[in-house]
């Protein structure tokens, strides 16, 4: 009598939920790795509209016009004690810069986790694409948001800003995911479905 092994012992679900996830893992990281960051193909406009997002918030944010707040693409210093120049949003009043936003503050690969969640798990096509194109908006619309928040604290509370940037607003947009994450799995057909490929497994 043949033994089942450990793989054969998780469940069919979540067995399809892990493989679906490490195919679209690697697929993402070779395709952005060897085709999308060398040209910032989807960084650069992202990183663009996150930064003339922020300072149109702020203006917004600043109706009797006393600052004028503007955002332009320009090359920054690397942080974390690297050297050379990376290309940023840098977000200003008048000629001040108070923000720079670079590549890895636009939240593609936040966006890419939530639509890859989403894609491994069972709905049907309409409910991905509804919750993967309202989602991406939302998320970018509150990174936006946040950015125009740390503008404000580094202006008014400057001893705030390290923790804001580094704990406050991740979490608040990790939890802003989460959420939508819960509401796409409170669709009755998901559990259905769930079910189903658990008793077929």
């Not at 998780?10 to 060897?34: D, E, M, N, R």
Request: with cysteine.
């Amino acid at each position: 009598m043949i033994r089942p092994t450990r793989l054969n012992r998780i469940p069919k679900p979540v067995s399809q939920f892990l493989l679906k996830a490490a195919i679209l893992f690697v697929a993402w990281k070779a395709v952005y790795l060897l085709f999308l960051l060398p040209g910032r193909v989807l960084d650069k406009p992202l990183t663009y509209v996150i930064g003339k997002g922020t300072a149109a918030t702020l203006r917004l944010l600043n109706p009797s016009g006393d600052a004028n707040y503007n955002a332009i693409p320009t090359m920054h210093p690397k942080g974390f004690g690297n050297e050379g120049l990376e290309p940023v949003m840098a977000v200003r009043s008048d000629q001040t810069v108070l923000l720079n936003i670079a590549d890895v503050c636009n939240g593609l690969e936040l966006l890419v986790l939530y639509a890859g969640l989403i894609l491994c798990l069972p709905a049907t096509r309409r409910r991905k694409i509804g919750y993967i194109t309202g989602g991406i908006v939302a998320i970018e619309v509150l990174n936006v948001i946040r950015c125009a928040g740390l503008v404000l604290i580094y202006l008014h509370k400057p001893e705030w800003l390290d923790f804001s940037h580094h704990y406050l607003f991740t979490l608040v947009v990790y939890a802003f995911i989460f959420w939508l994450w819960y509401l796409f799995s409170r669709d009755p057909e998901f559990a259905k479905k769930l079910q189903l490929d658990a008793t077929t497994g």
